[in-house]
């Protein structure tokens, strides 16, 4: 009889969490009776877990696809290894849409090409990394602009009941400004800025 053996690659770019045999998915933990269990192991390629001499064992375009989808996660190194590799000047078009999916880069292909250049294709979207990255600064920015706007506003309401507050009090119990302050419990470090808005809104 001929052996089969059962290969599973695994295209993502994240750590494999999940079980990798039989016995890690039953919920049976007692080793007494999963001695009794015929066992299954899952030979499984993960690109997280390739070593730099692993990649050497490929001996078809499956190679690129495998470093291509370990490096997708950061853009920086991504860039450097389309650029230092000599395999990615060239690449079949067909496998060039493989890791496209694979990793959801957004790279675009003209159709009547046979062979990707992933060094332009990697320019291309390296200009779209930039405009989206200039598009969450100005967001991000505009955001904390907001948000600052609200904190001084919330202050500057605080501020106004506070000293809404200190009015009625001097008027109503005929007190000093600072015997109005104690009352409040208003901190030593923030009166003398209170008391000049105070006097100011006299």
């Known amino acids: 009889m001929i052996p089969v053996i059962t290969l599973v690659v695994y295209f993502g770019a994240e750590v494999w969490d999940a079980p990798r045999s039989l016995c890690e998915m039953l919920e049976v933990k007692d080793k007494r009776v999963l001695g009794y269990v015929n066992d299954y192991h899952l030979n499984l390629i993960v690109p997280a877990e390739l070593q730099e001499s692993d990649f050497e064992k490929f001996t078809t375009d499956l190679r690129e ?11 920086q190194k991504l860039s ?22 694979c990793t959801g880069s957004g790279l ?22 930039y405009e989206q990255g200039q598009q969450k600064g100005r967001e991000k920015g505009r955001e904390e602009g907001r948000e600052k706007g609200r904190e001084e506003g919330r202050e500057e309401g605080e501020q106004t009941g ?16 600072e015997r109005a302050m104690d009352i409040l419990e208003i901190p030593e470090d923030k009166r003398p800025s ?9």
């Open 162 to 177: 506070i000293i809404n507050s200190l009015k009625a009090l001097v008027k109503n119990l005929g007190i000093s400004l």
């Open 80 to 101: 450097w290894l389309v650029e230092n590799d000599h395999r990615f000047s060239k690449m079949d078009r067909n496998t060039a849409m493989l890791l496209n999916e």
């Open 194 to 202: 209170i008391a000049k808005v105070y006097k100011e809104m006299q």
């Open 65 to 75: 696809v495998m470093r291509y989808i370990q490096c997708s996660a950061d853009k």
């Open 108 to 129: 675009k292909f003209r159709e009547s090409e046979g062979s990707v250049d992933m060094c332009e294709a990697i320019k291309e979207l390296r200009k779209e990394w």
